[in-house]
């Protein structure tokens, strides 16, 4: 394989017919054509194809060679694949020019598992007027049922002149690996399934240090854990592991947090990404799991993991899966073990039923505490169009001893379609849910949220303009107990303009309700008191190309802010210097004007730098430094991949807060070594 398809095989393989635009003119042959081939034989499937760029040779938008590279920012091929053939299970494999890979796996169109990381190889190579590429996918890394049913599909992102395209078209109301679009592929004969199983023990050191001298006070330590994945057939996967360790794991991204609610941080840790969509019964604003809350304190911090194991079944009649994790008391964290089981079953087309039970028990906690704590769910999703879908939860908790029994649930209603969106979500959560497994921004509440977006066309519309999107959305809460209206936005977007050259730019105004029953603090030092208030803020935003080698954006809020004002300032850059360097900065500036009677201002500057020798040799390095509670951070990774899913990590950490307000730490400092070891029998 080097990327040339200029084999006699290549040569012999029948072209796939021709691509169709989905965006900017759907149905329309594609401008930058895209050929396909396929081949096959005892070992696994072969893709083969070539792409056209009309404007070489500036064409082809690269932004790093880190696998998993970003959608949106790269030119893309891609092959999806459903080896169950019902049109709800796809296998996407992607790269870029510079052969970088990116791989996920998708259900019902919508639910993406973008941590997993199947064994396959691809080799990319420039040509005069575009691109070529050859990947092998061994039959192992995928799953099937046979080779009759198959659906398949092909995708095309061609950034230079901002044009999706694909084989089998879909419409832009729905995601490209949505597998109800996809064409069959027929002609093939895989070997029947057989069994997988990937053996990845890993070694790791640590050094610590606290104070102001690097490592003069220092601790070092050293670990040894193993995963083991078994897919015992194409349907049933098994994945155990001893002594979780997540030093490799990206670092959160700091956030300055004036709303009312709390922040749901995303999971990071690929132990847990891993189909976590099974287990997704909830939205990001109430889960009854929430993977976060295993092996990491209130802060953020590590919490020693002893084992877990993971069991997960996917047929085109049903799933399920079952989760067990035991955490080790550390710190201010009680030892704890997590349960989740969870099974649903499919209906239609595209429709399916689930329950879900989710239970942690803590020990070490005192006397007469209460250490259990299970939260049940049943939910459906339903799609009886391609446009018009529904999906909901209803969920009940039990606690041990007093408090901690309650309900919660939500429904929501959405049609999305080449003209917009529009839709209607719905939210409870009573005063007494509890998901200590889970996430709840808040309790006692009732949301309301209707939204409707458009994608409008007009031909009034000036040149340098793609689209116009103009849209409404509303969050509504009121007390669950009482049914009083306690706080609200509307975020009215009256222009929004979408470019030519993939940026953008909109101006919207957001008029606020806020009724506070007792102070409330945004940022430290800025302490707004008990009222009644109802405001509107105004937002200019502007974005460059996002896949452009040196881009950006800016936004600018202004307007009242309860008592007082605020001015909020948003910016962010790009510059890829090659695929080899990339940088990144943002910085976030607010100012509070009498706000509570006092001023204040907070900065929040993140920079990131990229380098990378190819796709499998990386350095990349993060600092983040928040004057709002005076903290700074400073994360620095090697990653090398010096086989097929086998890495050694070099990860430096650097963390500390002085902030008067809160409770201050010195530095800590921490320098990890770690490798792994990928054994496929």
Request: glycine share 10%; charged share 20%.
């Amino acid at each position: 394989m080097d990327g040339r398809l200029e084999d006699d095989a290549w040569d012999a393989a029948r072209r796939i017919g021709a691509f169709v635009q989905v965006d900017p003119a759907a149905g329309a042959p594609s401008r930058a054509p895209t050929s396909v081939r396929l081949l096959w034989d005892d070992a696994g499937l072969y893709v083969g194809a070539a792409m056209t760029d009309p404007e070489v040779p500036a064409a082809t938008r690269v932004e790093g060679l880190r696998r998993d590279f970003s959608y949106e920012t790269s030119d893309v091929f891609g092959v999806l694949l459903d080896g169950f053939g019902d049109g709800r299970f796809a296998m996407a494999f992607m790269t870029n020019p510079d052969g970088v890979q990116r791989d996920l796996l998708v259900f019902d169109g919508r639910d993406t598992d973008e941590a997993w990381n199947g064994i396959w190889r691809v080799r990319t190579a420039r040509i005069e007027d575009g691109w070529t590429v050859e990947m092998s996918i061994p039959w192992k890394t995928l799953r099937y049922l046979g080779g009759a049913r198959w659906r398949v599909n092909f995708i095309r992102e061609a950034r230079a002149i901002q044009e999706t395209s694909g084989w089998s078209p879909w419409h832009r109301g729905v995601e490209p690996w949505d597998m109800a679009f996809a064409g069959r592929l027929e002609g093939i004969a895989p070997p029947p399934p057989g069994v997988n199983a990937q053996i990845q023990p890993y070694a790791v050191g640590r050094t610590r240090s606290t104070g102001d001298v690097p490592f003069s006070d220092r601790a070092s330590t050293g670990d040894a854990g193993i995963d083991v994945k078994w897919a015992a057939t194409p349907n049933t996967v098994l994945d155990l592991t001893y002594n979780m360790d997540f030093a490799q794991a990206e670092v959160d991204r700091q956030v300055v947090n004036l709303e009312r609610f709390s922040v749901f941080f995303p999971e990071r840790r690929t132990f847990f990404l891993e189909s976590a969509g099974l287990f997704d019964t909830g939205l990001d604003v109430i889960s009854p799991f929430y993977s976060r809350r295993i092996g990491l304190d209130a802060d953020g911090s590590p919490v020693p993991v002893t084992a877990g194991a993971r069991v997960t079944h996917r047929s085109t009649r049903s799933s399920a899966g079952a989760l067990l994790v035991r955490q080790e008391g550390f710190g201010q964290a009680d030892g704890s073990v997590f349960g989740v089981g969870r099974y649903a079953r499919n209906f239609g087309a595209a429709g399916r039923l689930g329950g879900l039970v989710a239970t942690r028990h803590d020990q070490g906690l005192p006397a007469g505490a209460s250490a259990l704590n299970t939260v049940a769910a049943a939910d459906w999703f339903f799609r009886p169009t391609t446009n018009l879908f529904t999906r909901g939860m209803v969920s009940r908790s039990f606690t041990e001893g007093s408090g901690g029994d309650g309900w919660a649930g939500h429904a929501w209603v959405g049609n999305s379609a080449p003209w917009g969106y529009v839709g209607w979500l719905q939210e409870y959560i009573g005063a007494e849910w509890e998901p200590r497994s889970g996430f709840v921004f808040g309790n006692d509440v009732i949301v309301t949220s209707p939204a409707f977006s458009l994608d409008l066309r007009p031909d009034w519309l000036p040149r340098w303009a793609r689209a116009y999107t103009p849209g409404v959305t509303a969050f509504l809460f009121n007390r669950a107990s009482t049914a009083d209206f306690f706080s609200g936005s509307v975020s009215i977007r009256p222009l929004t303009l979408v470019l030519e050259n993939g940026g953008e730019v909109g101006l919207s105004l957001r008029p606020e309700w806020q009724e506070f029953d007792g102070a409330f603090q945004p940022v430290p030092g800025i302490r707004v008191p008990a009222d009644d208030y109802q405001f509107t803020r105004w937002t200019l935003s502007a974005a460059h190309d996002p896949s452009a080698n040196v881009t950006g954006g800016v936004q600018y809020t202004t307007g009242p802010f309860y008592d007082g004002s605020l001015d909020r300032s948003e910016v962010s850059a790009k510059a890829v210097l090659s695929p080899h360097v990339a940088g990144f900065v943002s910085w976030e500036m607010n100012r509070f004007h009498d706000v509570g009677g006092s001023d204040g201002t907070t900065h929040l500057l993140t920079p990131e730098l990229r380098l990378a020798l190819d796709p499998r040799l990386e350095l990349a390095g993060i600092w983040q430094y928040n004057t709002a509670i005076d903290a700074s951070s400073l994360n620095v990774r090697v990653s090398w991949e010096f086989r097929p899913l086998s890495f050694l990590y070099v990860v430096y950490n650097d963390n500390a807060s002085l902030d008067s307000a809160l409770e201050p730490f010195p530095a800590r400092r921490q320098l990890i070594v770690k490798g792994t070891w990928l054994w496929q029998p």
